[in-house]
């Protein structure tokens, strides 16, 4: 991983910047001053987990063998009231779609996941507690 640069843009804006140039923008909400104009950095831990979860799911069920077609995740979480305001509560809900995906494998993928492969959730597991539940086409699982 290349060097990450983050820029100023006016208000509460930001661009971030990693080594291969990428983009992205964050911004701070109306009531803090600014526009709102994109996520939050808050937001952008979340949608990190997303992703470093969702990427892990993938790759174990394709070692798996298993019939993924689409996956999707919902992601909400608590913070702390007093600052930092630091999460305390992350709950994920992965809505996958595949015919014949065991459900076995699916919670076993999530698990090694969230146990052992993403970075992003066990750094937000040392101040949150992760959750999640699983959907299979449509079906949530017990």
Known sequence: MGP?????????AFVGRNGEGHRISMDAA?????????PRPTELVLIALGGCTGMDVVSILRKMQQPLESLAMTIEADRAGEHPKVFTAVRLLYRLTGQGLDPAKVRRAIDLSLSK???????????????????????RLP
Do not use: D, F, H, R
């Not at 990450?4 to 006016?10: D, K, N, P, R, Y």
């Not at 109306?30 to 994109?38: E, I, L, S």
């Not at 992003?120 to 449509?138: C, H, R």
């Open 117 to 139: 492969y993403c970075t992003v959730g066990n750094m937000l597991n040392k101040t949150a507690a992760i959750s999640y539940q699983v959907e299979i086409n449509g079906e």
């Open 4 to 12: 990450i640069a983050v820029e100023w843009t006016g208000g509460m």
């Open 30 to 38: 109306p009531a803090v001053g600014g526009g709102g104009a994109a």
